[in-house]
């Protein structure tokens, strides 16, 4: 079976990497991410403008061959981080009580949801910033995956358990996503 399975992923010009043993390093014009990324028999060899992922065994099996696809992507998206950045635009519905949004440091508070007087809580991850601007919320960053995971606690926090959710649809829900232009 032929080997030829490595991925390239072209680094632009004002982006710089550093790979050393298991962890990655991407800086560009809007900061720097790091991640550690490694799977058995699987390399990724900084060479010249391109990122190369590669496999260093000549027999290869299907799962080796899914993840060095999955770390290039990883690598395209860090680089995408650093040179343009991810948004996801959420919009904030409801239509019994009217909901609170607050920013207290690294959490997003939730009052008055579906009247309750308890607040919900939703975990902002390091490095993305939230805004609320009437009832859109706009969550950014450079990590694709802390960006995500924190949309995600916020639509989590807003989830509705005890109610019937046909009739009751209010929450925080994403509308747009995609890098900055």
């Known amino acids: 079976m032929a080997k030829e ?3 390239m992923v072209v680094i632009p010009d004002d982006v710089t990497v550093s790979v ?10 809007r900061g720097e991410v790091t991640r550690e990324l490694w799977y058995p028999h699987i390399t990724i060899q900084h060479i010249e403008d391109d990122l ?4 260093d065994i000549t027999s290869v099996r299907k799962k080796q061959k899914a993840m ?4 290039a992507s990883h690598l395209k998206n860090m680089i995408d981080g650093v040179t343009r ?5 959420m919009k904030m519905v409801y239509s019994h009580f009217p909901i609170q949004l607050q920013i207290e440091g690294n959490r997003f508070v939730i009052g008055n949801f579906l ?10 991850l390091g490095g993305v910033d939230v805004e609320v ?3 859109q919320v706009i969550v950014t960053g450079i990590n694709k995956e802390s960006v995500g995971q924190t949309v995600a606690n916020i639509e989590q926090a807003t989830k509705i358990k005890s109610r019937d959710p046909r009739v009751f649809q209010d929450g925080i829900y994403v509308v747009a996503k995609g890098l900055v232009s």
């Open 85 to 89: 950045g991810y948004r996801y635009q």
């Open 20 to 29: 050393t043993d298991r962890r990655v390093t991407i800086k560009g014009p």
């Open 115 to 124: 009247g309750e007087k308890k607040e919900r809580v939703a975990t902002i």
């Open 68 to 71: 060095i696809g999955t770390l």
């Open 52 to 55: 190369c992922v590669d496999s």
């Open 133 to 135: 601007a009437g009832d």
């Open 5 to 7: 399975l490595k991925k």
